[in-house]
């Protein structure tokens, strides 16, 4: 139940908080000023860590992801009404977060992943096996202004990785796996599989020419280039238990829950 930080090149983990992160891989989020966790207990939205003064957003339920960008961070929230709230970065207080994604009519399913660019957001609902995917401007989308419908039937798992123009998610379903992408612009009709046979992926990101993932059940982080890998992914790790995935621009980085439980580094192929 602590937040910890090291350095990328590897140290040993300072701790930063205690009390409790909500569990799955989205209760954690930094930028270049703060880091945000979401606190494991009610009325409070995420806490802002820096180095004395926090800033507690309340008002909304755990969230189940964070995402900080630009001047603002945003709650992602799983219900049946499942959305998005924008929130001012904190300084040395906090302040009320104002909803600006809204999808009603969502009983029964729960909203998964969400990605936010300059072009907007992107999210993925499941609760059944067709798996739906979402997107809607950068300014948001409340009730009475529905969001875009990108895709249906996308699979029940439906991790998501976005660029400028693209979206890429995770299809668990039918035993095979595999790493499915679509033009953001027409993604029912321009969609395709990136590599298939893939086990059970479970962390995806992607950059302006390839994306990776990893496979814990095979024990393997892979990657691909962005239009496909018709031949086989390229393998650019093996060993442990691979599960969250992220990057920056000159190396990728995973958390090993094998017996290890390491955070591990390789430099982009």
């Given amino acids: 139940g602590t937040v910890l930080a090291a350095l990328k090149t590897g140290s040993n983990p300072q701790q930063l908080a205690m009390g409790g992160v909500t569990s799955g891989s989205g209760g954690i989020a930094a930028d270049d000023d703060y880091v945000y966790y979401a606190p494991a207990n009610n009325g409070q939205s995420f806490v802002a860590l820096d180095g004395g003064a926090s800033g507690n957003f309340g008002g909304y339920a755990i969230p189940v992801g964070l995402i900080a960008r630009g001047t603002a961070v945003y709650v992602v929230f799983s219900s049946d009404q499942s959305g998005a709230a924008q929130c001012a970065q904190p300084t040395t207080t906090g302040g009320a977060c104002t909803t600006i994604v809204q999808q009603a009519g969502n009983a029964g399913k729960s909203l998964l992943d969400m990605k936010l660019d300059d072009a907007g957001f992107v999210w993925s609902t499941t609760g059944d096996s067709t798996g739906q995917m979402w997107s809607c401007p950068p300014a948001g989308c409340l009730v009475g202004t529905a969001p875009t419908p990108l895709f249906a039937g996308g699979g029940s798992r439906m991790l998501l990785a976005i660029n400028s123009d693209t979206v890429f998610w995770i299809d668990t379903d039918g035993g095979t796996g595999r790493i499915r992408r679509c033009e953001r612009g027409n993604c029912q009709a321009l969609n395709s599989i990136v590599a298939d046979?893939?086990?059970?992926?479970?962390?995806?990101?992607?950059?302006?020419?390839?994306?990776?993932?990893?496979?814990?059940?095979?024990?393997?982080?892979?990657?691909?280039?962005?239009?496909?890998?018709?031949?086989?992914?390229?393998?650019?790790?093996?060993?442990?238990a691979p599960t969250a995935?992220?990057?920056?621009p000159s190396a990728i980085y995973w958390t090993d829950l094998s017996t290890a439980n390491a955070i591990v580094r390789v430099a982009k192929p």
């Fill in 197 to 240: 046979g893939q086990g059970n992926p479970s962390g995806i990101v992607v950059d302006a020419t390839r994306v990776y993932w990893t496979d814990p059940a095979r024990g393997r982080v892979l990657s691909c280039p962005v239009t496909g890998c018709p031949s086989g992914p390229e393998v650019i790790a093996e060993g442990g």
């Fill in 245 to 248: 995935i992220a990057m920056d």
